[in-house]
Structures are given as structure tokens and as C-alpha cells.
């Protein structure tokens, strides 16, 4: 008699489903058997990557491997969800959280110390693995892993992240019984052209799975043989509109210009890309960048009043996601009010920099910046 309550417990086992649906890039929304929801590195719509992030996703909680803006857009997710992004142990309804300490891959990161957690979820059994842009995993990382179910992790033919031979170690130590590749270029228009696909190396693995969008795993149902499930980005991942991408060329063809004259161009130069610029913050004003690009050609030819007249104008209409150009616009803003003797002002913006970047080479410049401008007695 005693049995009884467990025949019907694994009778019942089904209904411990964990549902995982992929969003696109290093994005995941994955719901508990008890409907807690998490959402895994959502991405910034206006930065690299070429597509946009869905409208009206909600969540309970949001897990933040990194502060990079394809990683870290945390302020899509409505429901006023928990944000975990450090190493520690969490849990919300049926869902336990462990985040462990991780270092970013080389070379990239430098800017916030390459910190990365590795992020463990499990729910109804099944015991789920983020890595983020972590690098090689360490012994030390896949001890405190432990068992690993379905495995997340970064791979494109670019290498982008982690070379497939540190792909196989990865899958090889922890023997995961689901491989879900992400952070890769899914076609044309569709991911940045630094990034790879994964064609390649789907084609030589010995089981793969079309996913579609979602699946539904569960301790019973999962394959017996570690398998690649290939899932197809969220539908409302739309690609980028040609307005935007217009304006980006001419941000782009602005840098380039910068880089190959070694920040020194020409006045004919400077002449004769400024027009290309200004239709780019007339069709695209939320584009930060393209206010910033105006707002450098104009100190670049003694117009430092206008280059913050352009900035000011920028922030205030500028899309409120775009924080990583948004900062880099702020401290242009606040070196060009410091040159000025605008100190009260210049502060103001070391003070929101300071409060807003994760980049540590920013804080560093805030706080130098804050300590010039310090109000005297």
C-alpha cells in the first residue's frame, strides 16, 4: 500500500515539464512546472546584433551573466522581475538558482574585469546550464556544476567565444544530455557579420534534433544519448529596419574615418561626411550614436557649443535602451561641459555616468572627472 503514492507520483510525472523557449542570441525564457518564469541574457534591440528584441515580455526573474548590452538588457522584461547577476544561491517558487564565478573569454570584457556567472537552474527535476560568454570551464567550475541536464553554451564557426575543441571538453566533462547552441548568426540580416553559424559544426554531430522555438523537457523524456537541439530564434525578433541600418553605416563610415586619419582627418574630409551624419539623426533620431558622431565632428572643428547643444539634444530624445552609447555619449557630454567651465554641469553627468555603466574604465574616468570639477569650499 505504501507504493501507491509513488506509482501515481511517476504517473503523474509528466506534469513536471520544464518548458525552454529560445528568444534568440544568448536568450532564453524557460517556465517552471509551478509557471515561475525566467528569462536568461536578454539582448539590446539597437546594438550589433541586427534584430530586435521581443515587445511585452514579462518575466519573474531575469539572470545576467555580464554587463555586455547583448547580455544585459534587463529593462525589456515587465512584471517588475528580480534581477540576479552575481555569484550566489537563489530561489523563487519552484525554481532553485545557483550562480558561480566565472571569467569572461578572452580577450573581451576587459572593460568590467571579464566577470561572468555561470548560472544553474533547476526546476521539476531537471538541472538546466547557462554559461554566458564564459571561456574554457575550469575543474574547479564543473565541480560546482554538478550534474548538468541541458546544456546552454556560446558557439559559432567564427570561434567567436570558445573554440570547438573547447567546445568537446565542455560537453566531454560535464556530459550533458541536451547541447543548445546560441549566440550565433542565423542568416542574412539576421545576426552580426562577426559571428558565425553553426552549420558547420551541427552537421558533424552524430544526433541533432530540430527544436523549433520551444520545448518541453522532462526527466523522463530526456534522450538518452547527449543530443543538439537546434532551436529557431522568437518570431518577434524582427531584423532591424533600413532606416536604422542607415544610420549605422554612417556612424561606421564616420569611425572608420577616425581610425584610418588616426583621429586627425581632414577639414575636407570632416566637410564632406557631416551631411551623411545629420540625415542619420534626421531619419533615426533615437540613434545616440549618430548624435554622438555629430557632436565629435563638431569639436573636431572648433564647435565645442554645438557639440553640446547635439548631445544634449541626443539624450533627451534618444532611445532609453541604448545605455552602452548612451554612456559613451555622457562622458563626451561632461569633458566637453568641464572644457567649457560648466563644472556644476559636467558633474551632473560624471554623477548619472557613474550611476548608470558597468564599464569600469568609465567609473575610472567619473570619478577622475568628479574629482577635477569638485565644488571648491
Not at 568641464?338 to 567619473?366: F, N, P, V, Y
Request: glycine share 8%.
Amino acid at each position: 500500500m505504501r507504493r501507491f503514492p509513488i506509482l501515481l507520483a511517476v504517473l503523474a510525472f509528466p506534469a513536471c515539464a520544464v518548458d525552454l523557449r529560445y528568444i534568440a542570441h544568448a536568450a532564453f525564457e524557460l517556465r517552471s512546472p509551478g509557471g515561475v518564469k525566467l528569462v536568461v541574457d536578454p539582448y539590446n534591440s539597437h546594438v550589433w546584433l541586427g534584430y530586435t528584441f521581443p515587445d511585452n515580455l514579462s518575466a519573474d526573474a531575469v539572470l545576467v551573466t555580464h554587463p555586455h548590452f547583448d547580455h544585459d538588457a534587463w529593462y525589456y522584461l515587465r512584471g517588475f522581475p528580480a534581477v540576479f547577476r552575481q555569484p550566489g544561491r537563489y530561489s523563487i517558487g519552484d525554481v532553485t538558482i545557483q550562480g558561480l564565478p566565472g571569467k569572461h573569454a578572452d580577450p573581451y570584457g576587459a572593460e568590467f574585469g571579464q566577470i561572468n556567472t555561470i548560472f544553474t537552474v533547476e526546476t521539476g527535476g531537471v538541472r538546466l546550464a547557462h554559461l554566458g560568454d564564459n571561456g574554457p570551464l575550469t575543474p574547479d567550475n564543473v565541480k560546482a556544476m554538478g550534474r548538468v541536464d541541458v546544456l546552454l553554451l556560446p558557439l559559432d564557426e567564427t570561434e567567436h567565444i570558445l573554440k570547438f575543441r573547447e567546445i568537446d571538453a565542455i560537453v566531454a566533462a560535464l556530459r550533458p544530455r541536451v547541447i543548445v547552441p546560441m549566440h550565433y548568426r542565423f542568416g542574412p540580416g539576421m545576426g552580426p557579420d562577426d559571428l558565425g553559424t553553426i552549420d558547420a559544426w551541427v552537421g558533424k554531430q552524430r544526433r541533432v534534433r530540430d527544436a523549433g522555438n520551444q520545448m518541453t523537457f522532462s526527466v523522463r523524456d530526456l534522450p538518452s544519448q547527449p543530443t543538439v537541439y537546434r532551436f529557431q530564434p522568437a518570431p518577434e525578433a524582427r531584423p532591424w529596419s533600413a532606416q536604422f541600418w542607415e544610420a549605422l553605416r554612417a556612424v561606421r563610415q564616420f569611425n572608420r574615418l577616425l581610425d584610418q586619419a588616426k583621429g586627425k582627418p581632414t577639414a575636407e574630409q570632416l566637410a564632406e561626411i557631416g551631411p551623411n551624419l545629420v540625415k542619420a539623426t534626421a531619419r533615426e533620431p533615437g540613434f545616440i550614436a549618430g548624435w554622438h558622431a555629430r557632436a565629435t565632428l563638431a569639436r573636431l572643428q572648433g564647435r565645442p557649443e554645438d557639440a553640446i547643444q547635439l548631445l544634449q539634444t541626443g539624450l533627451t530624445v534618444s532611445y532609453p535602451d541604448d545605455t552602452e552609447r548612451t554612456t559613451l555619449a555622457r562622458a563626451l557630454l561632461a569633458e566637453l561641459l568641464a572644457e567649457r567651465g560648466l563644472a556644476a554641469e559636467a558633474r551632473a553627468q560624471w554623477q548619472e555616468l557613474l550611476r548608470i555603466s558597468h564599464r569600469t574604465d568609465l567609473q575610472e574616468k567619473a570619478r577622475r572627472g568628479l574629482s577635477t570639477t569638485e565644488p571648491r569650499p
